[in-house]
């Protein structure tokens, strides 16, 4: 009976696997986590890069989905609900080691050096785009404070709208595009001086293999 119980939980479809677990249906539980665990823990793999820590905080995650699933009331995609849920507990993490974390509420004021408006602060950074060293790209992302680093992976790596963001993060719209066009301005600093360093470097490796290949003053020549 129990087995015969699995299959069918294992069946059930997204809004009857959640109905069922509301009412306690540990088989319908295990549904939604076979749905929804691996997106769940590349998001969070995403905002700690830590496998190890990531696996934690999906468990983590998931626990708190099991105590609270109750509540869902269906007035947003079950996968946003559930995402919201797993952004909290990392940054409840990263709170709790001392991060500075940037506030997700901060007003889209005018751009502070023209005084002006702000571009279209929605649209793709075409400076990140295209051909970009991806070592360089995730040590430039770990370095983003964590409300930065929250909205750029749920955007730019998750591929979340605005809309689906501003209700995962409990913000507006317009705070999720504010915190993305700082998130990829600090990128592009991070990125540009990535690049530097690596053109400072090959010109000290240049330098070094010419003085090695000099060759040296003919014998004889002291005076």
């Not at 496998?51 to 009331?73: H, M, V, Y």
């Not at 901060?106 to 702000?118: C, N």
Request: one cysteine or more; proline letters at 4%; aromatic letters at 4%.
């Amino acid at each position: 009976m129990a087995r015969t119980r699995r299959i069918e939980a294992g069946e059930l479809t997204e809004a009857d696997a959640i109905r069922q677990a509301q009412r306690g249906d540990a088989a319908a539980f295990e549904r939604l986590y076979r749905l929804h665990s691996r997106r769940v823990y590349s998001l969070c793999l995403r905002m700690v890069s830590n496998p190890a820590e990531a696996e934690d905080l999906t468990q983590e995650a998931f626990l708190q989905l099991f105590r609270k699933i109750q509540t869902f009331r269906g007035e947003s995609a079950f996968s946003t609900w559930l995402h919201r849920l797993a952004v909290n507990v990392v940054l409840m993490r990263l709170r709790k080691k001392s991060l500075a974390v940037t506030s997700l509420e901060e007003a889209t004021e005018p751009d502070e050096e023209s005084g002006g408006p702000r571009k279209d602060i929605g649209a793709p950074d075409p400076l990140l785009t295209g051909s970009i060293d991806r070592v360089n790209l995730g040590r430039a992302i770990e370095q983003l404070p964590p409300g930065y680093k929250t909205v750029f992976v749920l955007h730019d790596v998750q591929g979340y709208e605005h809309n689906e963001i501003a209700a995962i993060m409990k913000c507006s719209i317009g705070n999720s595009k504010s915190q993305l066009h700082k998130a990829r301005m600090r990128l592009r600093d991070l990125l540009h001086e990535a690049e530097r360093a690596k053109a400072r470097a090959k010109r000290e490796a240049a330098k070094q293999e010419q003085e090695l290949t000099e060759p040296g003053s003919p014998p004889g020549a002291e005076n």
